[in-house]
């Protein structure tokens, strides 16, 4: 049997780059694996992702056996239907992330409240379900992405998430985005779990052995 895998790709803006973070699970046992954290340079135009994203979609060990999830949020739609049009092959999730509480749309384009994104993420490295190679160029990166994670409460007892000031997001929100696909969009997910950000060391990040990166 075949390892599964999902792409999450947070899309840029402005002052943020797109980036990208790709999982691998064994469906014989519960491992999820960190495989690829990158981040494209900035000013990288959205419209030329179909492209850097085809050869290694289709290449093995990924061709046939990944799904892609994408931010769908803000002006993300437009290339949400690009990459469906130029990546045909691909099994796409739009995922538009919310402020809200509660989950909407509808299989393929949820709406998604950003408080579950990162709680998924949350999770999966507080009960140790979530390795990631430590040898990656971006590892250090998505730590201390993770590292300076807030959650803030509004006057009106609302909870937002976001990185310190002045800090990106890009890859915690990427890898967010494939967790949270993988654990929803399969027969036998668990419920989903809220939780704090870790502070200090984060739980996960540790040799893989292989140290394959696709």
Do not use: F
Request: net charge negative; glycine share 10%; proline share 7%.
């Amino acid at each position: 049997m075949n390892n599964d895998y999902v792409l999450g790709l947070d899309l840029g803006k402005e002052n943020d780059p797109t980036a990208l973070a790709l999982i691998e699970s064994d469906p014989s046992t519960s491992d999820l694996r960190v495989r690829a954290l990158d981040r494209y340079p900035l000013g990288t135009p959205l419209t030329s992702l179909p492209g850097l994203l085809k050869p290694r979609l289709t290449s093995p060990p990924l061709a046939g056996h990944v799904r892609l999830a994408v931010d769908a949020s803000g002006l993300g739609g437009p290339i949400v239907d690009l990459l469906r049009q130029q990546l045909p092959a691909i099994t796409l999730y739009a995922i538009t992330i919310t402020a809200g509480n509660n989950e909407g749309g509808n299989h393929k384009n949820p709406n998604v409240p950003k408080q579950d994104l990162i709680a998924t993420t949350i999770v999966h490295l507080e009960q140790g379900l979530l390795c990631i190679a430590n040898d990656m160029p971006e590892t250090r990166t998505l730590r201390d992405e993770l590292l300076s994670y807030r959650r803030t409460t509004t006057g009106h007892g609302n909870d937002t998430y976001g990185a310190d000031t002045g800090q990106h997001d890009d890859l915690v929100i990427a890898l967010s985005l494939a967790l949270w696909l993988h654990k929803n969009r399969r027969i036998g997910y668990l419920n989903t779990t809220h939780s704090v950000v870790p502070r200090g060391e984060i739980p996960g990040i540790v040799p893989m052995g292989d140290g394959l990166n696709y």
